[in-house]
T-cell receptor, first 112, second 116 residues
């Protein structure tokens, strides 16, 4: 059974710092790994999707990497801003299934 | 209007009430999903519909009854809920429910449900 874990559950950093969010998964048989952002009381917004054949994806100040052999993905945020404050969730799409398995998320706070 | 729209945004109901959550997607997608998000737990997939047919039911209690009249609309009918059913219910859509490695989910803003 696929399990996805995100540590830490919460992270607080000063504005301007670069930071890394971590995601680990137990079963390497995945189609893709996705990162989402969720603002309080809102739905999820897709940030980056890395296919199983890829190693990383970039969008603006965000860079996501995938290492299937070690069961890890990271989301790198460069030059953090207060507007980046949100909960970040990763999700693994299981091979042969139609479901995403989500981690519990990391609640990120960027302090001005 | 674009994207995935959910109504109502907030709902308070008693355990004996019957209510429905509505989701509408304006993206031309063929698959729609219901997810449940409880405090301090990962998102849980409840139901998947593909071209109006239910293709997955993740052992959800019968007090939750989904309906998909067409590929743009999805409902979740609620009856005799329990307080532990209080959660954020999220609707999502995707182009297809299949096994594409590039499939992205688009979420609505959710309905925050409180069962008293």
């Amino acid at each position: 059974k696929q399990e996805v874990t995100q540590i830490p559950a919460a992270l607080s950093v000063p504005e301007g710092e670069n930071l890394v969010l971590n995601c680990s998964f137990t079963d390497s048989a995945i189609y893709n790994l996705q990162w989402f952002r969720q603002d309080p009381g809102k739905g999820l917004t897709s940030l980056l999707l890395i296919q199983s054949s890829q190693r990383e994806q970039t969008s603006g100040r965000l860079n996501a990497s995938l290492d299937k052999s070690s069961g890890r993905s990271t989301l790198y945020i460069a030059a953090s801003q207060p507007g980046d404050s949100a909960t970040y969730l990763c999700a693994a799409k299981i091979q042969g299934a139609q479901k995403l398995v989500f981690g519990q998320g990391t609640r990120l706070t960027i302090n001005p | 209007e674009t994207g995935v729209t959910q109504t109502p945004r907030h709902l308070v109901m008693g355990m004996t009430n019957k209510k429905s959550l509505k989701c509408e997607q304006h993206l031309g997608h063929n698959a729609m999903y219901w997810y449940k998000q409880s405090a301090k737990k990962p998102l849980e997939l409840m139901f998947v519909y593909s071209l109006e047919e239910r293709v997955e039911n993740n052992s959800v209690p019968s007090r939750f009854s989904p309906e998909c009249p067409n590929s743009s609309h999805l409902f979740l009918h609620l009856h005799t809920l329990q307080p532990e059913d209080s959660a954020l219910y999220l609707c999502a859509s995707s182009q297809d429910p299949g096994i594409s490695a590039n499939e992205k989910l688009f979420f609505g803003s959710g309905t925050q449900l409180s069962v008293l």
